[in-house]
């Protein structure tokens, strides 16, 4: 091989092991990034369980919450029908008896 050929030749392996070693310092701060994604990835995963299950346990007492009120709404209703029926009657009795 000539001279001026054998310095091209070795001008473009320069060349290509520069730009290797570019392509691997890219290749190594990406990898970084990756696994940096993947470490937020996971805390925010284990963020949106714990949220999600913190939600589920305050539906969970709203729900006990509210079938507590309307079985109290259902007694202090039936309570107050007995109170006004027995009052009816006792009027009704009142007005029979006194005339």
Do not use: Y
């Not at 392996?13 to 990756?34: A, H, K, P």
């Amino acid at each position: 091989m000539s001279e001026p050929r054998l310095a091209a030749v070795e001008a473009k392996i320069d060349n290509v092991e520069m730009q290797l070693g570019r392509l691997c310092s890219s290749l190594d701060r990406f990898t970084e990034t990756m696994i940096r994604h993947d470490e937020n990835n996971k805390r925010i995963s284990d963020q949106l369980n714990d949220h999600e299950s913190r939600i589920r346990i305050i539906e969970h007492s709203q729900a006990t919450i509210g079938v507590q009120t309307g079985t109290m709404w259902t007694v202090f209703i039936k309570v107050a029908g007995i109170g006004a029926g027995a009052a009816l009657a006792g009027t009704a009795a009142v007005k029979f008896i006194g005339g």
